[in-house]
């Protein structure tokens, strides 16, 4: 029906019906306007709905289906909460499950999957981890007194010390590789161009290719040292739980020790004998004019007991010397002893050195 324009009709020439249905008219088609602008009102929102709906499911598939950090995993609650209080090395698996292994130097291996882990000489377990595209992460505890060795899904390896832990995932899916470390590493990291290996702790990322290198982070040191036997790495220093950004960057050569003061922020690197860092792996520590003080923190992590130092000056004068760790506490002791004229006295698991 042809549409009638009110502006283009002269009321005053026709008649009085004619005019009442020509009203009548106009009215019908401004109702018919009406409802047709209302459906198309109507299939706009519909559409509109639709497409927010499409975007939210597209939206949460992408937050639910992506890879969580390790950052992240490391800075929620349950990481801390959750620390075991055994004496023997524990692995706690994705799902939360501990195993506990007995022996004072553990290796443990991860498949190329990272779903299977074999522990000493073949115990295996299967993780039974759905396929998911996020990550699963495994965390290794290593108590005062233990050791541990690790071949990662990727063929790197890692020597963990006595008071460390090392957080990772089973398999590296993305196109990195990263760790987590709290306490003494060493790493021998497989090269691989296309996927960079992150080392992380609380004040610094190490980013490496394919290289040997060892970390220190102690929670009760002042410093983070990153040691570099062969290869290349480039230290960001950062703070993981207060920002994601990088602040100061270094790279270092071998036979380097870069450190990095928690107190002062400070950072310095210096040239290093770097078997003097790297001994402990094989079961015996040299020191090149280390104090007592540092010499026996070391000592008290290894044999897993406490030495206290009651002499301030004592704690200061320095050594240099050789300690095959292999042998008991007293020998280790006496050793030392050899070199000073201190005294010392053993109760239970305490060492007083007066």
Known sequence: MEKINPNNVNFSSITDEEN??????????????????????????????????????????????ETNSITDFVNSSTIDSNTPTSDEVVLTLGKGNDLKIKEDVAAINYSKSGKNVTIGNGQTFNQNIADTDKAVFNTLWVPYGKRSKLTLSDGSKVWLNSGSK????????????????????????????????????????????????????????????????????QISYQNIKATSSHSDKMKISPGTKASYDKNTKSIVSEKVDVDNYFSWKDGFLIFKNNDMKFIMKRISRYYNLEIIIENEELATETFSGYLD?????????NSIKESTNMEYLQTDNTITIK
């Not at 394919?210 to 102690?218: A, C, D, I, S, W």
């Open 20 to 65: 009442t249905d020509l009203k009548k008219r106009i009215f019908n088609t401004i109702q018919k306007d009406k409802r047709r602008n209302r459906n198309v009102w109507y299939k706009s929102l519909a559409a509109a709905c639709f497409v927010g709906c499409i975007g939210l499911g597209f939206y949460y598939y992408n937050m639910t289906s």
């Open 166 to 233: 090392l957080i990772y995932p089973i398999a590296f899916n993305e196109d990195k590789r990263e760790v987590y470390i709290e306490g003494e590493a060493i790493f021998e990291v497989t090269h691989n161009k296309k996927k960079p290996f992150y080392v992380i702790s609380d004040t610094q990322v190490v980013e490496v290719l394919g290289t040997v290198f060892g970390v220190t982070n102690y929670p009760d040191e002042n410093s983070t040292n990153t040691i570099l036997k062969s290869g290349s790495v």
């Open 325 to 333: 760790l292999n042998e008991d506490i007293l020998s280790v002791i």
